[in-house]
């Protein structure tokens, strides 16, 4: 029951992360570019500040789940007499959301504190540069987040 409940959270929150980065990267951020920049900074600080909370606690969610659900299965191959090697599949998967996370705390712990500083500032061209910044981690972000869910999907072994 307890790694059924972890796999439902550890797909859950993949599906907030991947479908929120979606969202912003193809919806929101071409939507607001014909705003005026005091307002499009304002706009999207304030929606990646919420965005990015929610990130937060699905990025750490599905990185212990994961952590949890390897470490199970290892403990069972283990227990049985079993020698356990992680499949190509789970290997690249567990070093892309590693790789992951550690983008998403750059782009929540530095880049993201710029922006707040540029819009506090009013210092608009400062705020474009740092939200330029996201939208290019952002987009690296969603293209390994893509490659992990191919590779998940379709259960390479190579």
């Not at 992360?17 to 304030?46: K, N, S, T, Y």
């Not at 990130?55 to 227990?79: D, N, T």
């Not at 710029?114 to 740092?130: F, K, P, Y």
């Amino acid at each position: 029951m307890i790694y059924m409940t972890l796999k439902t959270l550890h797909v859950l929150s993949i599906i907030v992360w991947i479908g929120g980065m979606v969202f912003a990267h193809f919806f929101l951020r071409p939507a607001v570019a014909q705003l005026e920049p005091p307002v499009r900074l304002r706009l999207m600080r304030d929606v990646l500040g919420r965005f990015f909370q929610a990130v937060l606690v699905a990025s750490l969610l599905a990185l212990v789940s994961g952590v949890w659900m390897l470490g199970r299965a290892a403990k069972q191959v283990v227990q049985a007499g079993g020698s356990f090697e992680m499949p190509l599949a789970w290997t690249i998967m567990a070093v892309l959301g590693v790789a992951m996370v550690a983008i998403f705390m750059h782009i929540r712990f530095a880049l993201y504190k710029r922006l707040e500083r540029a819009v506090a500032a009013s210092d608009w061209a400062t705020g474009a540069a740092a939200l330029a910044q996201i939208r290019n981690w952002v987009a690296i972000n969603l293209g390994l987040g893509s490659l992990v869910l191919i590779v998940t999907l379709m259960r390479w072994t190579v």
